[in-house]
């Protein structure tokens, strides 16, 4: 069994920084992709920043030049930096990881307010 465990959520004031973290633990032979989601109050949940086993990246538009997603391979651990955040950047980050025959696990979620 998988398991994610997020962290590094908080209270920060607009234009401030954090780093979130995304844990991955138990049997885990191949980490295909893990992928940072996030889900507003009254909206839907969007994905936004994911990282393949290859490097891949890709970010939603509302992130791009703000935001950047690494891994440390050897802690099957991906982070998401996140700078100049925005009020609209608030909301519950969760992450998702794609391992082994492609099977998906979530994490519980860190909750990142943004106000001042």
Request: glycine content about 8%.
């Amino acid at each position: 069994q998988v398991q994610l465990v997020e962290s590094g959520g908080g209270l920060v004031q607009p234009e401030g920084s954090l780093r979130l973290s995304c844990a991955a633990s138990g049997t885990i032979f191949t980490v295909n992709a893990m992928t940072w989601y996030r889900r507003a109050p009254g909206k839907q949940r969007e994905l936004v920043a994911t990282l393949t086993s290859r490097g891949t990246t890709n970010y939603a538009d509302s992130v791009k030049g703000r935001f950047t997603i690494s891994r440390d391979n050897a802690k099957n651990t991906v982070y998401l930096q996140m700078n100049s955040l925005k009020p609209e950047d608030t909301a519950l980050y969760y992450c998702n990881a794609d391992i082994d025959n492609h099977k998906l696990y979530w994490g519980q979620g860190t909750q990142v307010t943004v106000s001042s």
